[in-house]
């Protein structure tokens, strides 16, 4: 296995340094110097790396720049950092107005040894889905499970199924017809990574192997692709799970947030 070093550079080339090339496609990308920004239908999005070279006063332009191009079209504006960024970066961020959301962690494992995570238990059954009812069903899911409005997740998984069905294979699992949880695998095309993303359970359904045997199924759908790593920006509920079967922690990243109504 690879050090946790080689694995987080090996994340910031393939998967940090190609996210402009993989965008759904009601997704509108440009770039102000190193600051990918994104407007998408909810939220502005900005990724940055190699920020090093800017002097402090460069900096802050450049964050309110994306900020205000944000704000001019009314949406929040998300600037996902990462724990080994520049270390002023949050400071600077929270001096234009951003607010730290929870930290996650990035972790990191091979598909090859997760595809026996584990068997969906008893009464549940897992399937793949592109259907507009359920991907409603999931945002709805999501919406129970978070206790906010997640109902553009539908429109957003149906766009990237459009804009590339070979990258994104949907799960949901299902007791007695009623989804209890759902996970979706996202390839990141020409890498060796795919990530793991979903993956909520309503709570009455959780601590009975469903989370593990989506991440199994998931797994097994990457294996045989020949993909090699998966990927999770982890919560601190599903960390310890992950890392249980196998992932390594490589670094944490934190979305700071600036909204209009701030």
């Not at 959301?101 to 595809?115: K, M, N, Q, R, S």
């Not at 584990?118 to 499970?145: F, K, M, W």
Request: net charge negative.
């Amino acid at each position: 296995m690879t050090t946790r070093s080689e694995l987080l550079a090996l994340h910031d080339e393939q998967v940090r340094g190609t996210i402009a090339a993989r965008l759904p496609n009601n997704w509108k990308p440009s770039w102000d110097g190193p600051v990918l920004q994104i407007a998408t239908p909810t939220r502005g999005l900005a990724f940055a790396q190699d920020l090093d070279h800017l002097s402090i006063g460069d900096l802050d332009a450049l964050i309110c720049r994306v900020r205000d191009r944000s704000a001019a079209r009314g949406l929040a504006m998300e600037w996902k950092t990462y724990g080994h960024d520049r270390q002023d970066l949050t400071e600077r961020l929270r001096l234009a107005g951003f607010a730290p959301e929870d930290e996650e962690t990035v972790v990191i494992g091979l598909a090859a040894d997760l595809t026996g995570a584990g068997e969906a238990p008893d009464g549940i059954a897992v399937r793949a889905t592109t259907d507009l009812a359920d991907l409603r069903r999931i945002a709805a899911l999501e919406s129970e499970v978070w206790g906010v409005d997640w109902s553009w997740l539908a429109d957003d998984l149906r766009d990237r199924i459009e804009s590339a069905p070979e990258n994104i294979v949907v799960l949901v699992a299902e007791a007695a017809g009623e989804v209890v949880s759902a996970a979706w695998l996202v390839v990141i095309a020409s890498t060796e990574f795919a990530a793991l993303w979903g993956g909520s359970t309503l709570p009455q359904w959780r601590r009975k192997g469903i989370y593990r045997a989506l991440v199994a199924r998931r797994a097994q759908v990457a294996a045989d692709r020949g993909i090699r790593y998966l990927l999770v920006d982890a919560s601190k509920d599903s960390r310890p799970i992950l890392q249980r079967l196998g992932l390594h922690a490589v670094g944490t990243t934190t979305p700071w947030v600036w909204s209009p109504t701030t």
